[in-house]
């Protein structure tokens, strides 16, 4: 019988697993794509995700970041990270370099999604295989969560994401964020020659439309190639609990609520590590508290600036603003960038 099957072989399920074969644990990875897999995401990293996948052993290809910048057309607002750097990186870099970690740490992986799940008391049976615990990494709209019947209500807040990629030198070390009437565009630098394109907003248009909303990148970009729009969303995905006997959910399967602070990957790591933990030591019920003190800062951030940028007059000013308390954005980007 194994210890764990982590259901989802992207970057959290492949850190759940990782951090599972460091415990001594046996673990199986699930996961029905092949290949480095993509996904419409921000592509950066932040400094404490940085170090985490450094101490895991994970070999990291990308482009510094530095930090973080709001631009609206009128003003900017700078913050650089204070507690190291972070890094632009491909999804499917990312996905390959933790894909390669795992195959050298020994981490068995079949080609096949989690299909049913079957509670024995003291185990589990996964498709029919015994195993003493189920690590759900699936994704935003994870299959494992809705078997379970562990989703939530929808959230009121329905916001979307659109990615791709410009073949353009940056033009900064950091992160920049532009801010338009209904939503924001993220570009981060990946490459010597690349950067991601990330737009979310709560309006379903064509990315290129979208873009006109922000005419200082529009200008930018002008005139350079873009490659294939990826899109994800909803992004706000409510989850009534994150332990269901011996099933935890981590990663995008927990719960979402948006992407504006970009700490994603190190949620996703810090969950995976706490998630190991309960399984290590038999107390998956420890989990479920350990999962909201983990996303507590994150959730306090995201929700107060989703709260905030919905009124117009305030979204209309949250740059200005930010250029004004430079002090106080500064903390704010350094709370981002902090371990999870």
Do not use: N
């Not at 650089?80 to 890094?87: E, I, K, T």
């Not at 003291?122 to 189920?134: A, E």
């Not at 439309?209 to 200082?216: E, I, Q, T």
Request: hydrophobic share 40%.
């Amino acid at each position: 019988m194994r210890d764990v099957i982590v259901a989802g072989g992207g970057p959290t399920g492949l850190a759940t697993a990782l951090y599972a074969a460091r415990a001594g644990l046996d673990v199986e990875v699930r996961e029905p794509r092949s290949g480095d897999i993509d996904k419409a995401c921000g592509e950066g990293l932040m400094p404490g995700a940085v170090a985490d996948l450094v101490e895991l052993g994970v070999r990291l290809d990308g482009h510094p970041i530095t930090g973080i910048r709001y631009v609206d057309g009128r003003s900017e607002a700078e913050a650089a990270f204070r507690c190291g750097r972070g890094m632009g990186v491909r999804r499917t870099a990312l996905h390959g370099a933790l894909r390669a970690c795992a195959t050298a740490a020994g981490v068995a992986t079949t080609a096949a999604a989690v299909q049913e799940v079957v509670d024995r008391g003291d185990h589990l049976l996964v498709d029919g295989d015994p195993t003493r615990y189920l690590v759900a990494a699936d994704g935003l709209h994870s299959p494992v969560r809705r078997m379970l019947g562990l989703d939530g209500a929808p959230g009121r807040q329905r916001r979307y994401g659109l990615r791709c990629h410009a073949q353009i030198a940056p033009w900064t070390p950091y992160v920049e964020v532009h801010w338009g009437a209904g939503g924001e565009a993220y570009v981060t630098p990946v490459g010597e020659d690349l950067v991601g394109i990330a737009v979310l907003s709560a309006e379903r248009r064509p990315f290129e439309d979208l873009l006109s909303d922000f005419p200082v990148l529009a200008g930018r970009l002008a005139g350079h190639r873009l490659s294939r729009v990826r899109g994800a969303g909803p992004l706000h995905q409510r989850v009534t609990s994150r332990v269901a006997g011996r099933v935890l959910l981590v990663g995008d399967a927990a719960g979402y609520v948006d992407a504006l602070t970009g700490e994603g990957i190190a949620l996703g790591l810090a969950q995976a590590r706490a998630a190991v933990a309960a399984v290590r030591d038999d107390r998956p019920d420890r989990y479920e508290g350990d999962y909201r003190r983990l996303g507590r800062r994150h959730d306090l951030l995201t929700h107060s600036l989703l709260a905030v940028t919905s009124v117009p007059v305030v979204r209309r000013r949250i740059v200005s603003a930010a250029h004004r308390m430079p002090g106080l954005f500064g903390a704010a980007v350094d709370q981002l960038a902090r371990p999870a």
